[in-house]
């Protein structure tokens, strides 16, 4: 992404961008929470997440980890298709 | 040096210009989080039975990005051109 900057303005944004990234996993870590737990759990007649709550949790987990990463690609594509169009026709 | 005549635009400072690049990947970012979260809603089954994605949901997933992609694309343009039809018929 050609978007003409200094080395030292690069470096800067760099800095903002990784600080950006903590808070995006941050908030991928809370969504993800969220979702596990409002899927997952129901039943409070016991303070302990129980065996199903926890298996059902872990997949939860693993799902929602492959789902991101496959639509990350996704994304990716779709990103990269828009931008070779809107090059296109200018 | 060039001299465009139109009464010289201010060049954006550094802080500026470091602070748009920033903008624009946060506004990609908002719109890859947002579609996750929606595309999990509409294709992923809650009750997790199984850790591994299914066949059908992540077809679902891969069609629900495209979908999403493109509904952005037309409401985009289509808030544009109602903005500008309201503006123009309400001004001044």
């Given at each position: 992404?050609?978007?003409?900057?200094?080395?030292?303005?690069?470096?800067?944004?760099?800095?903002?961008?990784?600080?950006?990234?903590?808070?995006?996993?941050?908030?991928?870590?809370?969504?993800?929470?969220?979702?596990?737990?409002?899927?997952?759990?129901?039943?409070?007649?016991?303070?302990?997440?129980?065996?199903?709550?926890?298996?059902?949790?872990?997949?939860?987990?693993?799902?929602?980890?492959?789902?991101?990463?496959?639509?990350?690609?996704?994304?990716?594509?779709?990103?990269?298709?828009?931008?070779?169009?809107?090059?296109?026709?200018? | 040096?060039?001299?465009?005549?139109?009464?010289?635009?201010?060049?954006?400072?550094?802080?500026?210009?470091?602070?748009?690049?920033?903008?624009?990947?946060?506004?990609?970012?908002?719109?890859?989080?947002?579609?996750?979260?929606?595309c999990?809603?509409k294709c992923v089954?809650?009750?997790?039975?199984?850790?591994?994605?299914?066949?059908g949901e992540a077809v679902c997933l891969d069609r629900c990005?495209?979908?999403?992609?493109?509904?952005?694309?037309?409401?985009?343009?289509?808030?544009?051109?109602?903005?500008?039809?309201?503006?123009?018929?309400?001004?001044?």
């Amino acid at each position: 992404m050609d978007t003409g900057l200094t080395a030292a303005e690069s470096r800067e944004l760099d800095t903002r961008l990784q600080k950006r990234q903590v808070k995006e996993f941050m908030s991928v870590f809370g969504n993800l929470v969220d979702n596990c737990f409002n899927s997952c759990v129901d039943d409070f007649t016991s303070k302990a997440l129980s065996g199903r709550e926890s298996g059902c949790i872990s997949r939860c987990v693993t799902k929602s980890m492959t789902t991101q990463t496959r639509l990350g690609e996704r994304f990716a594509e779709l990103n990269a298709a828009a931008s070779a169009d809107m090059m296109q026709k200018r | 040096m060039s001299f465009l005549g139109f009464g010289g635009r201010p060049q954006p400072s550094s802080a500026e210009k470091v602070a748009a690049v920033e903008n624009e990947l946060k506004v990609v970012a908002e719109m890859h989080s947002r579609m996750v979260k929606v595309c999990t809603a509409k294709c992923v089954d809650r009750t997790y039975r199984e850790a591994d994605l299914a066949k059908g949901e992540a077809v679902c997933l891969d069609r629900c990005a495209a979908k999403f992609f493109e509904a952005h694309q037309t409401i985009s343009e289509q808030l544009q051109k109602e903005g500008a039809q309201r503006g123009l018929g309400g001004g001044m």
